[in-house]
C-alpha cells in the first residue's frame, strides 16, 4: 500500500531530534525492555521543556548501559560499574547540567553498588535510572545480584542459591531522596517519575523492571510475553509502601509506586553552605 | 575568593607542593581517597579549591576518585587525583578509559614500597612500570619524576601543560621522601607562571568530531553543555566518536593515540644532565634518587672517575634516543632507582648492547646512598 509506507516515511519519530539516528538499528534483542525505558526517559527530557544542552547522559557498561551511545546530547559510556562516579564529576564541575545515569542493574547494583550507596548518601543531585532485568544480559546471562531465589543462569543452571536485592530498601537506607519502581509495561508512570526526578533537587532511584527474554527467559521456561503479562497481572501499585516490604516476589507479587520522595539539601548546597556561609 | 597563586616563598612539604602547583595551574576539581604517603596533597586540596571558586570531594574509593576527575574533565575543569600504590591499582581500569577517550587530568603517585600493601609509610620508586603499563591495552603515557618539593610544585603545572596540550592522562611519579620532606618553595608570581588550555573547537556544532585530530595530531575539546553533542565511549571508536568495531577503526584509532604522543617526544621528553659532556660513565636516574646521585657523581669525579648524570623529569615517554646516543660513547650505564629493576631494562634496551648497564637499586624503604652508587662504579668499571 503506497499512500500508508508514504504517510508513515513523512512521520518522523516524535523523539528524533534526541536520537542519534545515524547509530541506528540498536543493539537490543526483540522482545528486551530497554528500548521502552529508554523512550519513556526521552520524553521525559524533551517534555521537561529544558535545553537539551544542559542535560547528560552517563552509562556504565551491558545492554542497558548502551543507552548514552543512542540519545543525542553529550553522553558517555564510561566503565563497568563507574557511571555514578563519572556522573558526580560532571554535577560537580558543572551544577547546571542535569545529570542522568541510565545503565543496568548488574552495573549500578553489583560492581557499582558501592558508588550507588555513597552518592545516595550524599544526595548527590543525580537521577539514576537503572533497568533491572535480573541477568547479566550482554554476556550471556549470567547470575546477578537481582536474580530471584532458584531462578535459572548460566552460572546458576540449577537455580540461583542467592537472594536478590530489594533494590528501593538499598536505596533508602544509604540515604536516597526520591525512589520508585515500575516495570517497563508501565511507561506512563515511568516518564512521569523520570519527570520527577528531573524537576527535583538530589538523588532519585529508578527501579525500571525489564524482560530479558534471550538470557532470562529462555533459561526459565518465560516467553517475553508472559514476563509482560506477569508485570501487569501480578504488580500491585502501592505509593509510599515500606522499602522493606518491597522483596520481590517473582512471579507472584511485585510492589510498585513511587516510595520515597523527601526534601534534603544535596551535596552541592552542604558543600556551598560549608564554605561560603556568608552566600545567603 | 583567594588568589590561585601564592607568590613567594614557603617551607612546606613536596605534598602540599604538589597541590599549590595544581591550584596555579587552573585545577578546579579534584577527586580524592586517603592514602598514605599522599594525603596530605588531598588534604592541601579540600582547604585550597573552595577558596579559588573550585570543589573537591572524598569519593568512595580510588577507582570512584579516578572515575569522578573525567567527568569533571568533562565538564570543562581542568582536574586532579592524588594516590600512592594500592589505590593506583584501583585506578588503572580507569586510566584506559581516560587514554582511550583522551580527556586531559592528572594523577599523582606518592609512591611507597609495595607490592600489596608494603610500606605505606616509606618510599619507593617501583611504580615506575605500572605507571607504563598499568592499564590493559597498548597505549603511551606522560610521567614526570620531581626530586623536590620545588619541583612538586612546578612539574604539576608542567603535568597540567602536557595534559592539555595532548589530551592525556599525566602522572606525576613522586615518592614518600619528596612527597613528605618539607623544604623552600618559591612560588612565582603569576604572570611568570606559564599557563596551557585545552584547546576549544571552532564553534562549528553540526557533524563535529571530538577525535579529529588538529595540526598537532590532537583533536580540539569541547565541554559537556556547550552543544556540540558529544559521544564518549571506552569502545573503539571513530573521529566522531562512535563505536566501531572493526580492525580498520582500532587501527585508525591507536595510531591516533599513539601519535599524538610519538610525534612530539621533543615537546614532551625532558631531562637533565650533569657532567655529561666528557662522561664515561652515565648514571641515569630520576625523582629522589637524582638527589643522592648528584653527591655520587662529585665523589666520583672528585677521585678522577669521568662520571656524569642524566636525570629523567620525563619518564614516559622514554628518551630512548638520548639514551642510544649516550651508549655510542659511554663505558657503561648506572641506573639508580629504588626498585629491583624497572627504568634500568628500559636503559639496557635502548643501549642496545653497546655498553654494559648496572643497577645500583633497593628493594625499598630508603634512599640509595651515593656510597653504594660509588661502590658499584668501583666494582664494575
Known sequence: MPSVNKTFQADKHPLEDLLRVDRLPHIWCPGCGIGSVFSACLRSIKNSGIDYNNFAMVSGIGCSGRGAGYINIDSFHTTHGRAIPFATGIKLANPDINVIVFSGDGDLCAIGGNHLIHAARRNMDITVICVNNLIYGMTGGQVAATTPHMYRSSTTAAGNPESPFNLPLLAYAAGATYIARWTMLHSRDVSDAVSEAIGRKGFSFIEVLSPCPINFGRRNKEKSLDTLRMYHEKSIIKNNATPAELDIEYGKSIVLGKFIDIQKPTYSENYSRVHNPNDE | ?381
Open chain 2, 1 to 381: 575568593m583567594k588568589p590561585a597563586v601564592c607568590t613567594g616563598v614557603h617551607f612546606i612539604n613536596g605534598d602540599e607542593a604538589c597541590a599549590e602547583g595544581a591550584i596555579a595551574a587552573g585545577c578546579k576539581f579534584f577527586g580524592g581517597y586517603p592514602i598514605t604517603p599522599a594525603t596530605e596533597v588531598a588534604e592541601q586540596m579540600s582547604l585550597r579549591l573552595p577558596e579559588v571558586g573550585g570543589t573537591f570531594i572524598q569519593m568512595e574509593d580510588e577507582i570512584a576518585a579516578m572515575t569522578s576527575i573525567l567527568g569533571g574533565a568533562w565538564a570543562g575543569c581542568k582536574t586532579m587525583t592524588a594516590t600512592s600504590g594500592p589505590g593506583f591499582s584501583l585506578m588503572m581500569e580507569t586510566v584506559g578509559l581516560a587514554v582511550v577517550t583522551e580527556t586531559p587530568c592528572v594523577i599523582v603517585n606518592v609512591q611507597r614500597g609495595g607490592p600489596s600493601t608494603g610500606l605505606p609509610t616509606q618510599g619507593a620508586q617501583s611504580d615506575m612500570m605500572q605507571a607504563k603499563w598499568g592499564s590493559h591495552g597498548d597505549y603511551e603515557i606522560i610521567a614526570l619524576a620531581p626530586s623536590s618539593p620545588q619541583e612538586m610544585f612546578d612539574f604539576t603545572i608542567i603535568a597540567f601543560n602536557l595534559s592539555e596540550t595532548y589530551r592525556t592522562p599525566v602522572f606525576i611519579m613522586s615518592d614518600e621522601i619528596i612527597g613528605h620532606m618539607s623544604e623552600k618553595v618559591i612560588i612565582p608570581h603569576k604572570k611568570k607562571i606559564k599557563i596551557i588550555n585545552r584547546k576549544k573547537p571552532a564553534k562549528v556544532k553540526q557533524g563535529f568530531k571530538p577525535f579529529k585530530p588538529g595540526a598537532n595530531g590532537v583533536a580540539p575539546m569541547p565541554a559537556i553543555g556547550e552543544g556540540y553533542k558529544v559521544h564518549i565511549t571506552g569502545l573503539t571508536h571513530d573521529e566522531k566518536g562512535y563505536p566501531v568495531m572493526t580492525v580498520e577503526a582500532q587501527e585508525e584509532m591507536m595510531a591516533r593515540l599513539l601519535g599524538k604522543i610519538r610525534n612530539n617526544l621533543d615537546d614532551i621528553i625532558l631531562t637533565e644532565d650533569y657532567l655529561l659532556n666528557d662522561a664515561k660513565i652515565i648514571i641515569i636516574t630520576y625523582g629522589v634518587s637524582a638527589r643522592t646521585s648528584y653527591t655520587a657523581v662529585d665523589e666520583a669525579r672528585s677521585r678522577g672517575i669521568k662520571a656524569g648524570l642524566l636525570r629523567l623529569i620525563t619518564v614516559w615517554p622514554f628518551p630512548e634516543e638520548l639514551i642510544r646516543n649516550l651508549a655510542k660513547k659511554a663505558k657503561g650505564f648506572i641506573t639508580v632507582e629504588i626498585n629491583m629493576g624497572q627504568i634500568s631494562r628500559e636503559v639496557e634496551r635502548c643501549a642496545g648492547g653497546l655498553a654494559p648497564c648496572y643497577l645500583a637499586g633497593h628493594a625499598g624503604g630508603a634512599i640509595i646512598t651515593p656510597d653504594k652508587v660509588l661502590a658499584l662504579m668501583q666494582e664494575k668499571f
